[in-house]
Structures are given as structure tokens and as C-alpha cells.
Nanobody, 123 residues
């Protein structure tokens, strides 16, 4: 059974950086698409960025130029480098994976989700 485990969240001041990691376990072949999503209290889940087996897809406007998604398929790991963090980046961050083509920031096609890692930015 596929499991996704996120780590790297925490509390930092505005302007700081964090690097999230998501390790995937229990699959026999590489997911076609993996992505990062977040959900702030009282708000709907929002897609941040996705990465298919060959390239990344466009980032959400709110994180463009500040966040970078990357994959290391050899380590079964997805990363999210977050720089110039803002208070509005405070949220629970989730990793997701799907085993079919077609990365999408709405997350509807994702088959598996992690339990999340909390990111809190203080101003």
C-alpha cells in the first residue's frame, strides 16, 4: 500500500525559509505525478505545484518565484523549497501522488495523500 510521509514543517518568521520533504513508500513503479497542496484554517485546499515524471507544471500564482518543487525518483522523494515566507503561507501542507498522466493543481486526480506537515509563519 502506498504511503506518503511529509516532514520539514515548523514555525519560522516571515522572510525565512523551509524545505519540505515527502517520502513515498510501498509502490512498485514511480508515480506519474506528485504534488504539494496546502490548506489554511477556514479555507479550501489549494494546489501549490506538481511535478510529473519529466517536468514541473506551473506554480500557483501565490507562490511563484518563492517556492520550488523538485523530485528525486531514486530516493522516492518529493521536495518543496520555500523561500521568502509570508504569514499567508501558514497552512497544513500535503503531499499527493497519482499513477496516471495529467498533473493538475486541483488535486482531483491524486490517488494518495499524506497526513500533512504544519507550516506556521509569524510576522
Amino acid at each position: 500500500q502506498v504511503q506518503l510521509v511529509e516532514s520539514g514543517g515548523g514555525s519560522v518568521q516571515a522572510g525565512g525559509s523551509l524545505r519540505l520533504s515527502c517520502v513515498a513508500y510501498g509502490y512498485s513503479y514511480t508515480p506519474d505525478c506528485m504534488g504539494w497542496f496546502r490548506q489554511a484554517p477556514g479555507k479550501e485546499r489549494a494546489g501549490i505545484a506538481t511535478a510529473d515524471s519529466g517536468a514541473t507544471t506551473p506554480y500557483a500564482d501565490s507562490v511563484k518565484g518563492r517556492f520550488t518543487i523538485s523530485r528525486n525518483n531514486a530516493k522516492n522523494t518529493l521536495y518543496l523549497q520555500m523561500n521568502s515566507l509570508k504569514s499567508e503561507d501558514t497552512a497544513m501542507y500535503y503531499c499527493a501522488a497519482q499513477f496516471r498522466a495529467g498533473c493538475n493543481l486541483d488535486g482531483i486526480g491524486m490517488h494518495y495523500w499524506g497526513k500533512g506537515t504544519q507550516v506556521t509563519i509569524s510576522s
